[in-house]
């Protein structure tokens, strides 16, 4: 993990993640036109939930999550250079019982208020909790449940020990909880009591704690944020007056609307077309992080990836060099989960890399071949939060696949179907009999890497686990990992996991996104973060 190290202790606990801010100051205009916009082209094709739990994936989060919320703990992504860590947000510190290292203790930032006014405190943090976790509480709601609580699967319990001190019980000792609580966002109490209990109305009047507030909602269309005048950290003052978030799940559109000045920032720039925004001026920026774009596979009784020389054939198969050429060099290509650099990385044996001939050899071994292909159906996607190009890139490999003897059938989906298809299964009807799901995602930490997808308990509709996978020696090394709070030994065995797993070819691995974006030259101050997320904040228009 990832933390920055402060020597606040407590008479009966151990500090684990006492956090200071710190944060470097970012340089801002000496002078700012009154009156700035920025126009955003999201890939999403509807503005995500806003009442507190996004949906649409990690786009959510970034647009509507941690820009009208925060968290207990935040992510600090003030650094290009180094990759993101944990920084304070609605707590100022927090750590794990000496005594029982299933109990964390919380101190809460003090002096914090909602947009609409009312306190931030012990009591606002339970009544959040509640309404996640509390199927019988007033304020219980599914759909923000649904989509937090996979996301933190250690939960056990929780509850207020004084005005601005909570405590957690996990279910074991969890090293990675602090990870997990970055994902749930706190919304107000007393907005939602204002608004009759109502979650649609607050959806679009909500009440959080972050640097923006929602001032108008059109769903399809538009979200227009606002700076927080009154927002808890002096560092993290918006730059600009307006943030326009505008859903468009096509590339090409985003493209046109940025050189017809119809808005300022794409997300995700079509490969095909960066030259020509270039010529024109526009500004693209990119910046490798922990993300990776896989197939993850079904290992239900009849799927062809229950075959390793099938997953090793699929995995040799990929022309990686290729398609970063058509991405114009918008991506790494993936070895593994993580990068060949990183502590989690280990020591496999099978190197993926391109071989057809080997692939053949492979498929050959197991019967299969040109004459007689092995029949592969995918889901995918149009677009959305992370998944680069994927339609243009799940051309490129089919083309691959079918010169060794693999053919691929794809089932496309917008991504706000094919996201919550990920907990439901490959067995669900919605999955329509799919032998793999194309959906990216990050791994800043163990949990989001491996855990939720890789271990047995995190199977439908506990976690990710979308294929089934089900491997008692990866649930071994997990289950260790997970109670191992000494970095280095952790470490250790997430790497003879990762190892172990690309052994046994256990996913197909593509990529790693470097987060392409197409500004128009007037935006400045944004510092890209080696993070899915980014902050808006210190963004300006310079006229």
């Given amino acids: 993990m990832v933390y920055k190290k402060s020597a606040q202790t407590w008479r009966r606990v151990v500090p684990v993640a006492a956090l200071s801010l710190g944060l470097a100051v970012l340089a ?7 009156e700035q916009t920025l126009r955003i082209a999201m890939t999403a094709s509807d503005i995500p939930l806003t009442t507190g739990q996004p949906d649409s994936g990690f ?3 970034r647009f509507v999550g941690y820009t009208i919320y925060d968290a207990l703990i935040n ?6 250079d180094d990759i993101s860590g944990l920084t304070p947000g609605l707590a100022e510190s927090w750590e794990i019982d000496e005594d029982d ?6 101190h809460l930032r003090e002096g914090v208020t909602f947009h609409d006014g009312s306190d931030w405190n012990a009591d606002a943090a339970i009544w959040n909790l509640d309404k996640v976790y509390d199927e019988d509480s007033p304020q219980f709601d599914a759909r923000q449940a ?15 020990v004084d005005d601005y001190t909570i405590s957690f019980t996990t279910s074991e000792p969890d090293a990675w909880f602090p990870y997990q609580l970055t994902f749930l966002l706190f919304s107000s109490p007393a907005q939602w009591e204002a608004l009759d209990g109502d979650w649609d109305e607050f959806a679009r009047q909500p009440s959080g704690t972050g640097p923006f507030k929602l001032t108008r909602l059109v769903p399809r269309e538009r979200a227009v944020l606002e700076p927080f005048a009154d927002y808890w950290d002096a560092d993290r003052v918006p730059q600009v007056d307006r943030v326009e978030l505008l859903p468009m799940p096509e590339s090409s559109s985003r493209t046109s609307a940025l050189l017809s000045d119809q808005v300022d920032w794409i997300e995700s720039p079509a490969a095909d077309a960066i030259a020509r925004m270039e010529s024109q001026g526009m500004v693209i920026t990119s910046n490798p992080y922990p993300h990776t774009w896989p197939y993850q596979f079904s290992m239900l009784e009849g799927s062809p990836w229950r075959d390793i020389n099938v997953r090793k054939a699929a995995n040799l198969a990929v022309d990686r060099e290729g398609l970063e050429s058509l991405l114009g060099g918008m991506m790494v290509p993936a070895v593994g989960t993580v990068t060949p650099d990183h502590p989690w990385f280990g020591e496999p044996e099978f190197e993926i890399g391109y071989d057809p001939d080997e692939a053949r050899r492979l498929l050959a071994e197991s019967g299969y071949g040109p004459d007689n292909p092995v ?14 190009q994927p339609l243009a890139m799940n051309e490129y490999i089919q083309q691959t696949f079918a010169e060794v003897g693999i053919e691929l059938e794809f089932e496309v989906l917008d ?31 163990p949990f989001a890497a491996f855990y939720r997808f890789m271990h047995s308990s995190m199977a439908p509709p506990n976690g990710f686990n979308w294929g089934y996978m089900d491997d ?3 649930d071994r090394l997990l289950d260790e990992a997970k109670v191992t709070f000494d970095q280095e030994a952790q470490d250790a065995l997430l790497a003879e996991f990762h190892a172990r797993m690309v052994d046994d070819a256990a996913w197909l691995w593509v990529a790693h996104d470097v987060g392409p974006r197409a500004m128009n030259p007037r935006v400045q101050g944004f510092v890209q973060a080696q993070n899915w997320f980014q902050d808006l904040t210190p963004v300006y228009i310079e006229e």
């Avoid at 290292?101 to 919380?106: D, E, G, R, S, T």
């Avoid at 649904?146 to 207020?160: A, F, H, L, T």
């Avoid at 907990?423 to 799901?437: K, Y």
């Fill in 28 to 34: 801002s205009p000496t002078t700012v036109q009154a």
């Fill in 146 to 160: 649904g989509n937090v609580r996979g996301r933190i699967p250690s939960m056990d319990g929780y509850e207020k």
């Fill in 75 to 80: 992510w600090d992504m003030s650094s290009a």
């Fill in 101 to 106: 290292q299933q109990v964390w203790y919380f």
């Fill in 415 to 445: 991504w706000e179907s094919l996201f919550p298809n990920w907990r439901r299964g490959a067995d669900h009807e919605t999955s329509l009999e799919a032998h793999a799901t194309n959906i990216t995602f990050g791994w800043l930490d």
């Fill in 59 to 61: 786009e959510g989060y």
């Fill in 472 to 474: 008692p020696e990866y």
């Fill in 375 to 388: 029949e592969i159906k995918v889901l995918i996607s149009t677009s959305g939060s992370g998944q680069m």
